[in-house]
């Protein structure tokens, strides 16, 4: 994520090489949400820069920006980051009962019954698990546990999120930590 301006932006993709002859380009997704790359959707280069689909392959996995017809075109924009803001990705973005935009996680504080243990700082994902990366609360780290851990965002730890409230149930993360 970007703080960059006043607008929090989200990295969602990276472009890659210039692809064929009419400007096309490889597309590196880096978000669940395929589904925003669509003709004309428009996305942030930097924090007061956007630029336009004009074509979407899937298949190939590419992309052809507004005004980009030929590979040089294309290429000034190799290695470019694109971004969209929360408010974008709340409006093109659907979830299903029970999901939740990773953003909306980050900052909650995580508790295994009453004992707080720490707060999300960020999301990983290795190989096809995610990890909630919990910045152990201070009291527990004055106890010389770990002043981090990762703890799986999966049913067998997660009891309930309440995103709104910016809380995280847990069982078994004491554990984890320890462990850690």
Same mark, same amino acid.
């Given at each position: 994520?970007?703080?960059?301006?006043?607008?929090?932006? =989200?990295?969602?993709?990276?472009?890659?090489? &210039?692809?064929? =002859?009419?400007?096309?380009?490889?597309?590196?997704?880096?978000? *669940? $949400? #395929? !589904?925003?790359?669509?003709?004309?959707?428009? $996305?942030?280069?930097? #924090?007061?820069?956007?630029?336009?689909?004009?074509?979407?392959?899937?298949?190939?996995?590419?992309?052809?920006?507004?005004?980009?017809?030929?590979?040089?075109?294309?290429?000034?924009?190799?290695?470019?980051? =694109?971004? +969209?803001? @929360?408010?974008?990705?709340?409006?093109?973005?659907? =979830?299903?009962?029970?999901?939740? $935009?990773?953003?909306?996680?980050?900052?909650? *504080?995580?508790?295994?019954?009453? %004992? %707080?243990?720490?707060?999300?700082?960020?999301? !990983?994902?290795?190989? *096809?698990? *995610?990890? %909630?990366? @919990?910045?152990?609360? &201070? +009291?527990?780290?004055?106890?010389?546990?770990?002043? &981090? $851990?990762?703890? #799986?965002?999966?049913?067998?730890?997660? /009891?309930?999120?309440? /995103?709104?409230?910016?809380? @995280?149930?847990?069982?078994?993360?004491?554990? @984890?930590? !320890?462990? &850690?």
């Amino acid at each position: 994520m970007s703080k960059q301006s006043k607008k929090e932006l =989200l990295h969602i993709a990276t472009l890659g090489k &210039s692809v064929g =002859l009419k400007g096309d380009m490889k597309l590196h997704i880096k978000t *669940d $949400f #395929p !589904e925003q790359f669509k003709q004309n959707a428009t $996305f942030y280069i930097s #924090p007061e820069k956007t630029v336009t689909i004009s074509d979407v392959n899937f298949q190939r996995g590419t992309v052809r920006l507004e005004g980009c017809t030929t590979p040089e075109e294309a290429k000034r924009f190799t290695n470019a980051k =694109l971004y +969209a803001t @929360i408010e974008q990705t709340r409006k093109e973005c659907t =979830l299903e009962k029970g999901q939740y $935009f990773w953003f909306d996680i980050e900052g909650c *504080d995580v508790y295994e019954e009453a %004992l %707080l243990l720490g707060k999300v700082v960020e999301i !990983e994902r290795i190989l *096809d698990t *995610d990890y %909630l990366k @919990i910045q152990t609360d &201070s +009291a527990l780290v004055e106890k010389k546990l770990p002043k &981090s $851990f990762l703890l #799986p965002y999966n049913d067998n730890f997660i /009891v309930d999120v309440d /995103v709104e409230g910016k809380k @995280i149930s847990a069982t078994g993360a004491y554990d @984890i930590l !320890e462990a &850690s």
